[in-house]
């Protein structure tokens, strides 16, 4: 059975991907910037909703964790009607995608997917916001992610009281996938207090290489990502001369970091058939599992990359169901 090269997807998620993937077109410069002006008008934000104003149970503010580099985060708090059952919360500490260039934690589709997060684990969820590219390169996005944990072990307060962040978990889509990664190879190598990290939830995860895979090839068409736009996302974040074969993009490739003695998280990988990146993300799971980590693979062959925007999608659902099973795996395993 041939593969899939167009996905079946209701008209309204094929309207609003293809509007998703015209604001990184007309955006970014062929001078490899992007004209944050025009982005300004274009990339809707959603403000945070304190106690006073939560929405479906769930209740946001933001907290300022070094404001010479604008690193901070979005706070998700669950109501206190679901906290009154439970003594403690597991801590969710998301790092949006966007090819580390767009999006932030208030940008309206990052806003929605960490609020429907944190009301249906529960969970508290602290949704990072790192420096973007140009601006910034690497390694700057993976030391925003270690700078946001060490905060977080020393100021456990801000969490609120029924955070446990003994029990953590790194998430990420994307780049955010990408960059939780990295977070994740280097956290050993870190002296936390209390912060420990238990598990790590990668979604359609942005990786790549000087290779062509046969899904790149392939899904030429499809929205959002395209070999064109990732090369342009690693041009602008990876450090001038270097290839895809950096360690940061190919993380199993002829530069990578071996992780075999590391003390890496039990891993939940999703991915979906109509994602250009799918060969990467699959050859990402082969390679955890070689380096001798626990990891689960989860697949929609029908969905294109970010199809978890939307809500509705009975794909988002199960991915939800399956997240909030691995969280729970992890947590009995703790006791």
């Known amino acids: 059975m041939a593969l899939e090269t167009k996905p079946r997807l209701p008209w309204k998620v094929r309207f609003s ?30 403000p945070p909703n304190p106690n006073s104003k939560s929405i479906n149970g769930v ?52 806003h929605m997917l960490c609020r429907l997060f944190c009301r249906s684990f529960p969970a508290i969820v602290v ?34 009281k029924y955070a446990d962040i003994s029990k953590c978990f790194l998430a990420g889509d994307s780049a955010g996938g990408n960059l939780a990664h990295h977070v994740a190879a280097r956290v050993s190598l870190e002296d936390f207090r209390v912060l420990k990290v238990i598990g790590l939830v990668s979604i359609q995860p942005f990786f790549g290489g000087e290779e062509r895979t046969e899904s790149e090839i392939r899904l030429k068409r499809v929205p959002i990502c395209s070999m064109d736009k990732t090369d342009w996302y690693w041009k602008m974040f990876l450090p001038d001369g270097s290839n895809r074969d950096h360690e940061a993009s190919n993380v199993c490739g002829p530069n990578a970091m071996d ?14 058939g109509c994602d250009p990146l799918v060969d990467w993300q699959k050859r990402y799971y082969e390679w955890l599992r070689k380096s001798g980590k626990e990891v689960q693979l989860i697949e929609y062959p029908n969905m294109v990359h970010a199809f978890f925007y939307f809500p509705d999608l009975p794909e988002t659902l199960d991915l939800i169901s399956k997240v909030k099973d691995f969280m729970i795996k992890q947590m009995v395993a703790m006791n």
């Open 17 to 46: 991907t293809s509007i998703l993937s015209a604001i990184s077109d007309i955006t970014g410069r062929s001078n490899g910037t992007i004209n944050r002006r025009l982005l300004s008008f274009i990339d809707w934000k959603m």
């Open 59 to 110: 209740s946001s503010s933001d907290v300022v964790v070094d404001p010479t580099c604008n690193l901070w985060f979005r706070l998700f708090l669950p109501s206190s009607s679901t906290t009154a059952t439970t003594k403690s919360l597991p801590v969710i500490i998301f790092f949006h995608g966007g090819g580390y260039a767009y999006m932030s934690p208030s940008s309206i589709p990052y």
């Open 127 to 160: 949704s990072v916001n790192y420096g973007l590219s140009p601006e910034h390169r690497f390694p700057s996005q993976y030391e925003d992610g270690l700078k946001i944990l060490k905060f977080l072990d020393q100021n456990v307060d801000v969490l609120g």
């Open 259 to 272: 992780i075999s003695n590391v003390d890496y998280p039990n891993t939940l990988v999703c991915v979906g």
